[in-house]
């Protein structure tokens, strides 16, 4: 264990990146996770905090940057570390995740640990395993509690204290009030401060440490912003949203605390932010908004202080200032100019502002992280997400746009093969991203697509009404639009593509998971003349089961959101469910499904396997019994990276008989 750790170590110390590519684009390179998912700086700028993979095992490295030396923090059993806070300039705070059937990456234990830059001071402060503690000073002794903790707030004038809120797991489907705590970060004692006033929510506080906003969806399934003055002030409803109205959401304060900033609705906009007056609880003008695209997040200031800009992502990634002088900027600016073609985005800063993480990454390129020091204006490398990939050797995703058949405006993307960008006639595979709603295609890197395009295939995504990004109005387009218009749109992308020559007609596929597995079968049924195969990965087959099996129904919220999001019409869900209409197909199908799926209960995949296998329909069949929505474990991404390509091979370029029955 010590060779690991030194070897561990030493990898995250590498500051000068060398090119590592050794050979071709493999399945088990594109499947492997990611070596560093987060990287974070102290608050004084002496200590890097970030989470890695080293042989297979996650760690916390805790590097000195003063010194060039640091250590490794294993997780307990096997987990991995999936969130961590400096709450002061030596100590750590972090949450740990663990595989749960049902999901296709690690799920919060609901614990949270503490851990000293140096190593030392490890402990559970809060979770269904802490051990009680017997200081007699203590505000109150620690006990284990069978709930979910989270941070809301790190309290940067307080380097003993965080605010976290408590979520108990035994309060029945649909949840319980969320109580919020003061703890110290010392030895996990704690004191109630608030209870929020809507379930399952979340909050937003001031600078001084002071939960102001709770904001989630009530039972009806629609947004409610609750408000209060301040400490031990009563909560009031400030916005709530309806069948017709969106409610505007807080999103952080300004460094004087008089202004926050919200997503709003402004008339013919996708998106804006607007300031809000603390003191007249009264909207301002937006100070950013967009024709296209919503706000993806808001760029904060070095210190994490103030409100200085927006990303969004009508196309690429883009960054916009209410500050363009601030420093946050200016870091921005710089390496952008330095990394042409690379998106930029600041990770975390020290409390002086003197010095940042930044994050840059692209279409193909993972990403590395990077050190900004203000004095010099400079960026050094500090390491890299995924080092074994070679950015040169990806597929480049190029944003296209086209009108569908009542003229809605609808965004994606297409990658081709390397060396094939003005490439025709090739074979496509229109690969349909789940939700469908909340959720977009992005201009990032996608190891599915990379897959993919690597191995000879066009790949087309499209953001179907529905998906998120492009404002609320094309969202609720999308409502009570599985299998009708949101299909069509597909369908519109296809012919598209067409006819722009990039594919022919009869060398198209389908491919999605989840919502996109729904599509892609529905796809092929409602036009079986249009692609020659489809894949299903963890998808929805029969819209009626939705109410009955997997876990958005379990809750009432959840049966509310169905209703008005799919519809609840009997007739039309039994008309639009793949598994009703398989006299109509002519496609090819490959159906993927893991066993542990609680979202999308494999009964769906397993149902529409038998079917098929009743009217001696051959096709192919991938189930994996430990798997969840979407596989996690490496070899079998690679395994399903392997197999839907040849699949998808033999329908494009060979022969499209015989897909097989396995």
Same mark, same amino acid.
């Given at each position: 264990?010590?060779?690991?750790?030194?070897?561990?170590?030493?990898?995250?110390?590498?500051?000068?990146?060398?090119?590592?590519?050794?050979?071709?684009?493999?399945?088990?390179?594109?499947?492997?996770?990611?070596?560093?998912?987060?990287?974070?700086?102290?608050?004084?700028?002496?200590?890097?905090?970030?989470?890695?993979?080293?042989?297979?095992?996650?760690?916390?490295?805790?590097?000195?940057?003063?010194?060039?030396?640091?250590?490794?923090?294993?997780?307990?059993?096997?987990?991995?570390?999936?969130?961590?806070?400096?709450?002061?300039?030596?100590?750590?705070?972090?949450?740990?995740?663990?595989?749960?059937?049902?999901?296709?990456?690690?799920?919060?234990?609901?614990?949270? *640990?503490?851990?000293?830059?140096?190593?030392?001071?490890?402990?559970?402060?809060?979770?269904?395993?802490?051990?009680?503690? *017997?200081?007699?000073?203590?505000?109150?002794?620690?006990?284990?509690?069978?709930?979910?903790?989270?941070?809301?707030?790190?309290?940067?004038?307080?380097?003993?204290?965080?605010?976290?809120?408590?979520?108990?797991?035994?309060?029945?489907?649909?949840?319980?009030?969320?109580?919020?705590?003061?703890?110290?970060?010392?030895?996990?004692?704690?004191?109630?401060?608030?209870?929020?006033?809507?379930?399952?929510?979340? *909050?937003?506080?001031?600078?001084?440490?002071?939960?102001?906003?709770?904001?989630?969806?009530?039972?009806?399934?629609?947004?409610?912003?609750?408000?209060?003055?301040?400490?031990?002030?009563?909560?009031?409803?400030?916005?709530?949203?309806?069948?017709?109205?969106?409610?505007?959401?807080?999103? @952080?304060?300004?460094?004087?605390?008089?202004?926050?900033?919200?997503?709003?609705?402004?008339?013919?906009?996708?998106?804006?932010?607007?300031?809000?007056?603390?003191?007249?609880?009264?909207?301002?003008? /937006?100070?950013?908004?967009?024709?296209?695209?919503?706000?993806?997040?808001?760029?904060?200031?070095?210190?994490?202080?103030?409100?200085?800009?927006?990303?969004?992502?009508?196309?690429?990634?883009?960054?916009?200032?209410?500050?363009?002088?601030?420093?946050?900027?200016?870091?921005?600016?710089?390496?952008?100019?330095?990394? /042409?073609?690379?998106?930029?985005?600041?990770?975390?800063?020290?409390?002086?502002?003197?010095?940042?993480?930044?994050?840059?990454?692209?279409?193909?390129?993972?990403?590395? *992280?990077?050190?900004?020091?203000?004095?010099?204006?400079?960026?050094?490398?500090?390491?890299?997400?995924? /080092?074994?990939? !070679?950015?040169?050797?990806?597929?480049?995703?190029?944003?296209?746009?086209?009108?569908?058949?009542?003229?809605?405006?609808?965004?994606?993307?297409?990658?081709?093969?390397?060396?094939?960008?003005?490439?025709?006639?090739?074979?496509?595979?229109?690969?349909?991203?789940?939700?469908?709603?909340?959720?977009?295609?992005?201009?990032?890197?996608?190891?599915?697509?990379?897959?993919?395009?690597?191995?000879?295939?066009?790949?087309?995504?499209?953001?179907?009404?529905?998906?998120?990004?492009?404002?609320?109005?094309?969202?609720?387009?999308?409502?009570?639009?599985?299998? #009708?218009?949101?299909?069509?749109?597909?369908?519109?992308?296809?012919?598209?593509?067409?006819?722009?020559?990039?594919?022919?007609? #009869?060398?198209?596929?389908?491919?999605?998971?989840?919502?996109?597995?729904?599509?892609?079968?529905?796809?092929?049924?409602?036009?079986?003349?249009?692609?020659?195969?489809?894949?299903?990965?963890?998808?929805?087959?029969?819209?009626?089961?939705?109410?009955? !099996? #997997?876990?958005?129904?379990?809750?009432?919220?959840? !049966?509310?959101?169905?209703?008005?999001?799919?519809?609840?019409?009997?007739?039309?869900?039994?008309?639009?469910?793949?598994?009703?209409?398989?006299?109509?197909?002519? @496609?090819?199908?490959?159906?993927?499904?893991?066993?542990?799926?609680?979202?999308?209960?494999?009964?769906?995949?397993?149902?529409?396997?038998?079917?098929?296998?009743?009217?001696?329909?051959?096709?192919?069949?991938?189930?994996?019994?430990?798997?969840?929505?979407?596989?996690?474990?490496?070899?079998?991404?690679?395994?399903?990276?392997?197999?839907?390509?040849?699949?998808?091979?033999?329908?494009?370029?060979?022969?499209?008989?015989?897909?097989?029955?396995?």
């Amino acid at each position: 264990m010590k060779t690991l750790f030194k070897r561990a170590v030493a990898c995250v110390l590498c500051l000068v990146l060398g090119d590592v590519w050794a050979g071709g684009v493999t399945f088990t390179d594109l499947a492997r996770h990611v070596q560093y998912q987060q990287v974070k700086i102290s608050p004084d700028g002496h200590y890097l905090a970030a989470t890695t993979v080293v042989d297979g095992k996650p760690l916390l490295a805790l590097v000195d940057l003063t010194k060039q030396n640091g250590v490794m923090i294993k997780p307990r059993e096997g987990n991995q570390v999936i969130n961590l806070w400096w709450v002061n300039d030596r100590r750590v705070l972090y949450t740990e995740g663990t595989k749960i059937a049902g999901w296709d990456r690690p799920f919060s234990t609901g614990e949270i *640990f503490a851990v000293n830059a140096d190593g030392g001071g490890t402990q559970l402060l809060f979770g269904y395993r802490a051990s009680p503690s *017997f200081q007699a000073s203590l505000i109150q002794q620690r006990q284990p509690e069978r709930a979910s903790g989270e941070i809301i707030d790190t309290l940067r004038d307080d380097e003993n204290h965080v605010l976290i809120g408590v979520t108990p797991w035994d309060s029945g489907i649909d949840g319980d009030y969320t109580k919020i705590f003061l703890m110290d970060v010392r030895d996990g004692s704690k004191h109630q401060v608030a209870t929020a006033p809507v379930r399952k929510a979340e *909050f937003v506080t001031d600078h001084h440490g002071v939960v102001r906003f709770a904001f989630g969806w009530g039972s009806n399934a629609y947004m409610q912003v609750h408000y209060r003055e301040g400490e031990g002030k009563p909560w009031t409803l400030l916005f709530q949203a309806t069948a017709k109205k969106e409610a505007p959401v807080p999103l @952080a304060f300004n460094r004087d605390d008089n202004v926050v900033y919200m997503s709003c609705d402004v008339p013919g906009k996708a998106g804006a932010i607007c300031p809000w007056d603390v003191g007249k609880q009264a909207m301002q003008e /937006p100070v950013w908004s967009s024709d296209v695209a919503n706000a993806e997040d808001l760029v904060y200031s070095i210190d994490h202080q103030d409100v200085v800009g927006v990303y969004s992502m009508p196309a690429t990634p883009t960054t916009e200032a209410f500050a363009p002088d601030s420093d946050s900027m200016k870091a921005i600016i710089s390496l952008s100019h330095d990394l /042409p073609g690379e998106s930029v985005r600041i990770v975390s800063g020290t409390s002086d502002g003197s010095k940042a993480v930044v994050l840059a990454s692209s279409d193909m390129d993972p990403g590395t *992280f990077y050190l900004w020091d203000k004095a010099t204006g400079k960026a050094v490398p500090l390491l890299q997400r995924a /080092p074994w990939i !070679k950015p040169m050797a990806m597929a480049a995703k190029q944003p296209v746009e086209f009108k569908a058949r009542d003229g809605l405006t609808l965004h994606g993307y297409l990658s081709t093969p390397p060396g094939k960008e003005q490439a025709k006639h090739m074979p496509l595979v229109l690969y349909v991203h789940g939700g469908p709603f909340g959720i977009r295609d992005e201009w990032n890197y996608d190891p599915y697509v990379q897959a993919l395009a690597t191995h000879g295939f066009a790949v087309l995504q499209v953001n179907y009404r529905g998906s998120s990004g492009y404002g609320n109005a094309f969202v609720e387009n999308g409502f009570g639009e599985w299998g #009708g218009k949101m299909q069509d749109d597909l369908t519109d992308a296809t012919d598209w593509a067409i006819k722009q020559g990039i594919a022919d007609a #009869g060398h198209v596929c389908i491919f999605g998971g989840s919502y996109g597995g729904y599509a892609a079968l529905e796809g092929a049924v409602k036009e079986p003349d249009l692609y020659r195969c489809a894949i299903g990965y963890v998808g929805v087959y029969d819209l009626a089961m939705m109410y009955s !099996k #997997g876990d958005i129904s379990d809750w009432m919220p959840g !049966k509310n959101y169905l209703r008005y999001s799919m519809g609840s019409d009997p007739a039309q869900l039994a008309a639009r469910s793949p598994i009703n209409q398989l006299d109509k197909l002519k @496609a090819n199908v490959m159906l993927i499904v893991g066993g542990q799926d609680t979202r999308v209960p494999p009964q769906h995949g397993e149902n529409l396997h038998a079917a098929l296998q009743k009217r001696g329909v051959a096709h192919e069949w991938l189930y994996k019994p430990n798997e969840g929505h979407g596989f996690y474990d490496e070899k079998n991404t690679a395994e399903l990276f392997e197999r839907v390509t040849q699949f998808l091979d033999r329908n494009l370029n060979g022969s499209s008989a015989g897909a097989g029955s396995h």
